[in-house]
């Protein structure tokens, strides 16, 4: 079970080792970082249609993910070429704890949905792992609420139908504009850097915005306890839970918050310099990790 471990995928995966000037993710962001005036809204082209065809629901055994087709498309926001959608998929943590992969000043939302598109450019997914920005994921932080999110039960009503590792459903192609925050969607972090799963590969310029998704506790739940790293016949169930891979050191990276985020009073346009003057403070503060 390599995959259990994200500490112990360097053994199987040689390019999962986090070494120094290596580019890991995720990442915590301080919010103290400086702002890129040149980081405006991304286009997602598609995502206000529906599109034709059946899209398809998969329990992998590390996480659930939605297979998209072709259609969509993700461009601008600083991002110098089109990528095209593939799919999306979820990290979560368990009944008590949070899961999702990168942090906010320390603090952890209960789960993050990440929507994969791949550079038109490359041919096949093996082309983009070699392209250091030959991916780009859009990364939304979930939050729970008491009310079910309308838009987010075309995802969790067919969990049930991919409970156990190995099964797939046919879901029905829904806007995916209505699955993301209606507002602020300005308000992001960008840097770049790698697959939180194996091969780790250090190919993905990341987005993650500001604003989360709001879901039900209910809705929540679903995945924290419906969920099943195992086969339906297999003798010891279970449960998928944790699902994330551990904060990596930034080891000097430029993190930056786009034109319209919101930082704390005092952090707002600050010069990208101030990232290179922390860079020993951050350098030293990693090692242990
Ligand atoms: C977990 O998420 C909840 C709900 O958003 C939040 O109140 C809590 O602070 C988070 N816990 C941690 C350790 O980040
Ligand atoms: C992927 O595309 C590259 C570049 O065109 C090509 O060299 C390679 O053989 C392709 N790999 C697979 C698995 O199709
Ligand atoms: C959106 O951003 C504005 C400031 O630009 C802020 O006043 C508002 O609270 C934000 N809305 C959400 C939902 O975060
Ligand atoms: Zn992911």
Redesign the pocket.
């Known amino acids: 079970q390599p995959h259990c471990d994200p500490y112990s995928w360097g053994d199987l995966f040689p390019s999962c080792h986090p070494l120094l000037e290596h580019h890991h993710s995720p990442i915590n962001f301080d919010p103290h970082m400086p702002r890129s005036d040149s980081l405006g809204p991304l286009h997602l082209e598609g995502f206000d249609v529906t599109q034709p065809g059946h899209w398809t629901l998969t329990n992998d055994g590390h996480s659930v993910l939605l297979q998209v087709g072709s259609g969509m498309a993700v461009s601008g926001g600083g991002l110098l070429d089109e990528y095209h959608t593939i799919q999306l998929h979820f990290h979560w943590g368990g009944p008590a704890t949070?899961g999702s992969e990168h942090t906010v000043d320390g603090?952890?939302?209960?789960m993050e949905m990440h929507i994969v598109s791949v550079k038109s450019v490359h041919p096949n997914m093996s082309a983009a792992l070699e392209d250091p920005t030959g991916l780009a994921v859009l990364g939304f932080f979930i939050?729970?609420v008491y009310a079910d999110n309308v838009h987010f039960g075309h995802i969790s009503q067919m969990l049930s139908s991919v409970a156990y590792k190995g099964q797939t459903a046919k879901v029905k192609p829904f806007p995916l504009m209505g699955l993301l925050p209606r507002h602020n969607m300005s308000q992001y972090y960008r840097y770049y850097g790698s697959l939180t799963t194996p091969p780790c590969s250090q190919a993905v310029v990341w987005t993650l915005y500001q604003v989360p998704i709001y879901i039900s506790w209910s809705q929540l739940a679903q995945f924290t306890s419906q969920i099943f790293a195992t086969e339906e016949d297999a003798e010891q169930v279970t449960p998928l839970q944790n699902n994330f891979r551990h904060i990596h050191p930034t080891f000097g990276r430029s993190v930056t918050a786009s034109r319209d985020a919101i930082l704390p009073k005092g952090a707002a346009g600050r010069p990208i310099r101030a990232a290179v003057l922390l860079l020993p403070i951050t350098f030293l503060g990693s090692f242990g990790l």
């Not at 603090?107 to 209960?110: E, I």
């Open positions: 949070n603090r952890r939302y209960p939050d729970v």
